[in-house]
């Protein structure tokens, strides 16, 4: 979700989850660092649970590419069936590194 429509999603959200919803936001990090993102945030406590997944980066020898489709995906799986509440895929470290 992206401004300046983050709240209304948030809102509709409360309006029609259930309170023992689970909820996994992916949080991109192509233009921000979704740490700094998620630390600046005003987050009320919401009715239902939820998790995030801080979307990198990968590097070798070549350089740095964002994540395929398909890693994201596998990620996105992952981190439904863990239930920690918070999961990372690739890397987001070093920053100034990413592509």
Not at 12 to 21: F, G, I, M, S
Not at 51 to 75: C, M, Q
Request: no cysteine; hydrophobic share 35%.
């Amino acid at each position: 979700m992206h401004s300046p429509h983050r709240q209304s999603v948030l809102d509709e959200l409360t309006r029609v989850l259930n309170p023992d919803a689970r909820v996994l936001q992916l949080w991109g990090s192509a233009a921000q660092d979704p740490r700094e993102v998620m630390d600046n945030e005003d987050r009320p406590d919401r009715p239902w649970r939820t998790r995030h997944l801080f979307l990198g980066y990968h590097r070798d020898s070549g350089g740095s590419r964002w994540l395929t489709v398909g890693e994201i995906s596998r990620a996105t799986v992952l981190a439904w069936d863990s239930g920690s509440e918070y999961a990372s895929a690739g890397q987001l470290d070093p920053w100034e590194l990413r592509p």
